[in-house]
């Protein structure tokens, strides 16, 4: 039987739990993510003197990056405390606070949108994307990234199966939210994107591997910087929680090189223009 979501509920789950993990997201986590940062501005054609927006900032990494190719860059967030970290980061580019399912831009703004990791934490992506997709120019593009399914982003999926491993189910009150690694499948990324009626759309995975020195990075960088899985782990008894360490530990051995682990990553990146 599938428990019924609560978009609301999980939006606002979502929210409260970016206001607390910024530096510890800033820490373990961006180093990750920003290893797709090229490809995707890449992907969404970022070149000097174009206008761009980075819709769901973070610490600011994208737009930095898009700075540094000479384009004209907003970035946004709905975290407060992200908005704070990206100013303070990089003060020579504009940062405000704003909700990606209501941008407070007119249409017509952007020769580019781009937006990293940001789709499954969403409860309506579809209208996200549709506020990105309002914004563009004409021929303007939209780039997006996500995880690709846990058997290929081991970063993640190691945790996936180690809570499964040891049978956890997700504690009563955590929000139920759409599944996790929907947009991890091509399909559903070209169709998120066909919905905001944009063309020529692409999708393609990158893939590279993580170094860590020791399994305490991972388990205390994930659940120090994360909102869902954060929520998922520590909520549960101490005893589950041990059960689930002990899982991730033994999931992590094959990946053990000299002196540390290297853990496989994978990300799916798709784009498409504005009409």
Do not use: C
């Not at 967030?77 to 606070?97: C, G, T, W, Y």
């Not at 869902?228 to 051995?253: E, G, K, N, Y």
């Amino acid at each position: 039987m599938t428990t019924p979501v609560d978009l609301n509920a999980f939006r606002e789950f979502e929210i409260s739990g970016w206001e607390e993990v910024g530096e510890a997201y800033h820490r373990f986590i961006s180093p990750i993510t920003s290893r797709v940062i090229d490809a995707l501005l890449d992907a969404a054609r970022v070149a000097p003197r174009a206008r761009v927006l980075d819709v769901a900032t973070g610490p600011g990494y994208v737009a930095h990056r898009a700075a540094g190719r000479g384009a004209s860059v907003i970035g946004v967030d709905i975290s407060a405390p992200m908005v704070e970290l990206a100013s303070k980061s990089h003060p020579n580019i504009e940062f405000r606070q704003a909700d990606a399912e209501r941008l407070p831009f007119e249409g017509d703004s952007f020769d580019a949108v781009v937006s990293n990791f940001m789709l499954g934490h969403l409860a309506r992506p579809e209208q996200a994307v549709g506020e990105m997709a309002r914004v563009l120019k004409a021929q303007g593009s939209l780039a997006l990234s996500w995880w690709d399914v846990p058997e290929r982003a081991r970063i993640l999926g190691l945790f996936v199966d180690a809570v499964k491993e040891a049978g956890a189910s997700p504690p009563p009150d955590l929000p139920p939210g759409p599944p996790m690694f929907r947009f991890s499948a091509d399909e559903e990324l070209s169709k998120l994107l066909k919905t905001a009626r944009l063309e020529g759309i692409e999708v393609r995975s990158v893939s590279f591997t993580h170094r860590i020195a020791a399994s305490d990075e991972l388990w205390d960088g994930f659940l120090a910087g994360t909102v869902r899985t954060q929520a998922l782990v520590l909520r549960q008894t101490d005893d589950m929680q041990r059960r689930i360490r002990v899982a991730l530990d033994r999931l992590l051995r094959p990946y053990a090189a000299r002196d540390g682990f290297e853990i496989p990553v994978s990300v799916k990146i798709a784009a498409g223009k504005k009409p």
